[in-house]
């Protein structure tokens, strides 16, 4: 097949293009508007189709004669557990938790909150939500609770479902104080809260008399009757993601279900080249985007064997894990963050604990979630020698922008890039003013409109931060707030975010909200958020604070505190770098902190001295916080 037909065809005809893909797929009512907008004027696509996302993913499989193949494999080397379920017996779970969910007053459209640790439960209860219509939003289990009960004040769901715990390595994290904590905060509790117990410690439930219920997952699925899948219309919302903007208050990116099945099931072929039966690993968390798309929704659309891997690349038990689980499962695709790649060489740089493994089965390696430097890509393909996929996307998307389309047309690698647009996608490089840059030159990363299906509709019940947060800024086009440039044969090379948006260890983080947080301290007049080059999680998050007048504050146990209180609040996996005390920030003569200058003075100590600066020394400060923690360099 040949890729630039195949892609041009999806820019001059994506109507034709895509009614071609909703085809494949088993609707109730196969949609005859392919796109239409909606009273906002948004695009949409497939308006007048209907089908149900557990139905596809399920049921179509069974009909098809493929219930008795593995749908998921649970592994958790931290448990000491292994477990194949199939597609009819996870059918059975989802309808069943469906019935009670039913039970407890869901219906369609109602929001449900799942917060739980990498367990096929968590894949059930995102299922059974789509069983019944009702719109799932996954909140990662590393998350603490204010973080959990922006997200539930956010979405109001009816149930939340959560387990007894999480298990990080060989440490057990109960969840309902979590939960309770959260709980405590919120505006709007969910009426139920159903808890998983797993015998790794088992919670308490309350008598029914609070404000919210608690109930017994088991008890709740046993005394169900199995719900079947309601129709929904295409545009109906699959789910509410929450990932960070500028802010301290999270987006929640909405997805819709039609443009979503049929965008994911092109993916597989297109880009993941994966038939039924195939085994399809993504090392993630269903937390996150990739874990939504890669682990739950698109190997089940498409027939594959997908694995919940409750784990971690390395200690669990040692950097050998990843190969283990590769060859154990015979796994032909194999998807994760370069971040995970660079933990295990760096416990295991000759990759050693490959040995003896058998990866006959193992095609190809996709990478994503941020960027895969050069030397993390030239290890992988040393030590695997097979094809390694940059693919660039984000939490909007649902599904890659960029990438070699390996089941349509394979192409050469190129060290640092994401290669090309997918189809459906039209990349351009803009500046400042919108002018379409030449190859080889920097500018913002945009795409114009129509996003193809599974991309974002709009944010949930924020019209208005969704067309200013991506509309605004580039009339015309959808900006994706990353950087980056095409070269001469059209690849594609992304560089960074230009925004207050970090990624560590492949986390998206937001320094906006770091920033309100760390403010609120009583010693702090203000601050900056900014992400530095750190070697193995690819960016961590640095501080630099200016005290309140007299304050007298031993920088030290101010730094240790502000730690400490970001992992609280955020997450663990936001733990600050480092915190510097400066006397002054640099900043604009209207009083704008020139965060773009301090991010430069992390990669580079001989930045520019921004002409609307107010006083140049302000950058010393700066810098010399910068060499004290060893920054000021870039590290590829
Ligand atoms: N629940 C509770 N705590 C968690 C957690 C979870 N689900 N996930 C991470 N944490 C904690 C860790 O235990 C660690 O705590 P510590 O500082 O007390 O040791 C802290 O958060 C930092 O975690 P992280 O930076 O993620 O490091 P890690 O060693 O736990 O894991 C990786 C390393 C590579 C496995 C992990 O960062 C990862 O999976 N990254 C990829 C993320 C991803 O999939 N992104 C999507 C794109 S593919
Ligand atoms: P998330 O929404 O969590 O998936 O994060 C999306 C962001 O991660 C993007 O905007 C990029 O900044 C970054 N990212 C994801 N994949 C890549 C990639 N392949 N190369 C470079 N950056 C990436």
């Not at 937390?287 to 890669?294: D, F, L, R």
């Not at 009583?522 to 193995?536: F, K, N, Q, R």
């Not at 915190?579 to 704008?592: C, E, Q």
Request: with cysteine; glycine share 8%; hydrophobic share 40%.
């Amino acid at each position: 097949m040949n890729y630039a037909a195949i892609y041009q065809r999806s820019i001059d005809d994506p109507a034709g293009f895509w009614r071609d893909q909703a085809a494949e797929l088993d609707w109730y009512r196969l949609p005859e508007t392919i796109l239409g907008r909606d009273e906002a004027g948004h695009d949409r696509w497939f308006t007048d189709g209907e089908l149900n996302l557990s139905h596809l993913a399920l049921d179509h499989h069974i009909e098809q004669g493929r219930g008795g193949q593995t749908a998921v494999i649970y592994d958790s080397p931290v448990t000491g557990q292994k477990r194949a379920i199939s597609y009819h017996e996870l059918r059975d779970e989802v309808a069943r938790l469906a019935g009670g969910l039913r039970d407890l007053g869901v219906v369609k459209g109602d929001r449900v909150v799942i917060y739980m640790p990498m367990v096929p439960e968590a894949v059930v209860a995102m299922l059974a939500c789509a069983r019944l219509g009702a719109i799932h939003s996954v909140v990662f289990g590393g998350f603490q609770p204010h973080e959990l009960a922006v997200r539930i004040d956010d979405a109001r769901p009816r149930v939340l479902i959560t387990a007894s715990c999480g298990i990080e390595v060989n440490r057990v994290l109960p969840y309902k104080p979590l939960v309770e904590a959260a709980l405590d905060e919120t505006q709007y509790p969910p009426a139920t809260t159903v808890v998983l117990q797993r015998p790794e410690c088992t919670a308490t439930l309350a008598a029914a008399s609070g404000v919210t219920r608690e109930v017994d997952w088991h008890e709740l699925i046993q005394a169900a009757t199995p719900a079947d899948p309601v129709p929904v219309e295409a545009t109906h919302p699959l789910y509410i993601l929450y990932t960070s903007g500028t802010t301290g208050k999270p987006k929640g990116v909405v997805r819709d279900t039609g443009g979503y099945a049929v965008a994911l099931n092109f993916s597989m072929q297109a880009i993941y080249d994966l038939d039924p039966g195939d085994v399809f690993w993504t090392a993630s968390d269903v937390g996150w985007v990739v874990g939504h798309s890669y682990i739950v929704y698109a190997p089940l659309i498409r027939g594959c064997t997908t694995i919940v891997y409750e784990g971690k690349p390395v200690k669990t038990p040692d950097a050998g894990a990843f190969w283990r689980v590769l060859a154990e499962h015979r796994v032909k695709a194999f998807f994760t963050a370069p971040t995970a790649f660079r933990a295990v060489r760096k416990e295991d740089p000759e990759a050693a604990l490959m040995a003896g493994r058998d990866l006959s089965a193992l095609e190809r390696i996709y990478l994503a979630g941020e960027r895969l430097d050069p030397p993390t890509y030239g290890w992988i393909k040393s030590i695997t020698q097979r094809p390694v996929i940059d693919h660039w996307w984000q939490t909007e998307t649902g599904w890659a922008i960029a990438a070699n389309p390996m089941g349509i047309e394979p192409h050469p690698e190129k060290s640092g890039s994401a290669a090309l647009p997918v189809p459906g996608y039209q990349v351009e490089i803009l500046d400042g003013d919108g002018v379409a840059q030449p190859p080889g030159q920097q500018g913002s990363i945009a795409l114009k409109l129509p996003l193809p299906p599974g991309c974002l509709p709009t944010l949930w019940a924020d019209d208005e931060r969704f067309r200013r947060s991506y509309l605004q800024a580039l009339p015309g086009y959808y900006d994706t707030a990353d950087g980056g440039y095409i070269d001469e044969s059209g690849y594609l090379f992304v560089m960074g975010r230009m925004d207050d948006v970090i990624n560590v260890a492949g986390h998206r983080l937001s320094t906006g909200e770091m920033e309100e947080m760390i403010g609120d301290h009583p010693a702090v007049a203000e601050c900056a958020v900014v992400g530095v080059a750190d070697a193995l999680k690819g960016e961590m998050p640095m501080g630099f604070v200016v005290l309140k007048s007299g304050e007298t504050i031993d920088p030290a146990w101010l730094e240790k505190e502000l730690m400490s209180m970001i992992r609280t609040r955020i997450g663990a996996i936001a733990s600050l770098q480092a915190v510097a005390v400066v006397d002054k920030l640099p900043k604009t003569r209207s009083g704008k902190i020139l965060r773009k200058s301090i991010r430069q003075l992390t990669r580079d100590a001989d930045v520019a001295v921004p002409a609307t600066i107010e006083d140049p020394t302000s950058l010393d400060a700066i810098r010399e916080a910068l060499a004290a923690v060893g920054v000021g360099t870039q590290t590829d």
